[in-house]
T-cell receptor, first 114, second 113 residues
Framework: DTAVSQTPKYLVTQMGNDKSIKCEQN?????MYWYKQDSKKFLKIMFS???????INETVPNRFSPKSPDKAHLNLHINSLELGDSAVYFC?????????????FGPGTRLTVL | AQSVTQPDIHITVSEGASLELRCNYS??????LFWYVQSPGQGLQLLLK??????LVQGIKGFEAEFKRSQSSFNLRKPSVHWSDAAEYFC???????????FGAGTQVVVTP
């Protein structure tokens, strides 16, 4: 039973397209996150939602828009895709978003922009 | 600004040998400290974490880490590595109240027979 799942696992698309990545967690957690891992494997947080409310919004282009329809889901929509958006995007969740809470990561979505 | 440094980009170790991965942080106070492992093509899994108390922390898969305030370090160790320990290892800190993980650049561990 997958705890944090992401779809799709791979996404190949052309520059300028709009795409979405979906994330779902069945852990009953209140907080969800999006991280970006670049080609050098550097990981950086993008967004975090707690009970559907945006609480962390790092400096990312406004082409990236997270949406949380309910606390079990956090989707990432990307408009006008650029080559530099190619990366692996990880979703994560934690119980309450406290600094001591363990974050559970999904398997990642590898986005390739051609 | 806070930062996390993992000085070793790549480490090769023989199966059965000991392993130590270094992590240094830059922060005025003691941050919350974490080690995560990423197996090839997988997401990240928490190995262990430190907040306070005993400075030697035990984790999963036989890993342990020691917090040294004087050196601003949180090094990860395993006495005897297995081939399945080949992976990317990330040290991370949280310094805010919302659990924002700040990761080091990672150390790739290769295990040879």
């Amino acid at each position: 039973d997958t705890a944090v799942s992401q779809t799709p696992k791979y996404l190949v698309t052309q520059m300028g397209n709009d795409k979405s990545i979906k994330c779902e967690q069945n852990l009953g957690h209140d907080t969800m996150y999006w991280y970006k891992q670049d080609s050098k494997k550097f990981l950086k947080i993008m967004f975090s939602y707690n009970n559907k409310e945006l609480i962390i919004n790092e400096t990312v282009p406004n082409r990236f828009s997270p949406k949380s329809p309910d606390k079990a889901h956090l989707n990432l929509h990307i408009n006008s895709l650029e080559l530099g958006d190619s990366a692996v995007y990880f979703c994560a969740s934690s119980q309450g978003g406290a600094p001591t809470d363990t974050q559970y990561f999904g398997p990642g979505t590898r986005l390739t922009v051609l | 600004a806070q930062s996390v440094t993992q000085p070793d980009i790549h480490i090769t170790v023989s199966e059965g040998a000991s392993l130590e991965l270094r992590c240094n942080y830059s922060y005025g106070a003691t941050p919350y400290l974490f080690w995560y492992v990423q197996s090839p093509g997988q997401g990240l899994q928490l190995l262990l974490k430190y907040f306070s108390g005993d400075t030697l922390v035990q984790g999963i898969k036989g890993f342990e880490a020691e917090f040294k305030r004087s050196q601003s370090s949180f090094n990860l160790r395993k006495p005897s590595v297995h081939w399945s320990d080949a992976a990317e290892y990330f040290c991370a800190v949280v310094t805010d109240s919302w659990g924002k993980l700040q990761f080091g650049a990672g150390t790739q561990v290769v295990v040879t027979p």
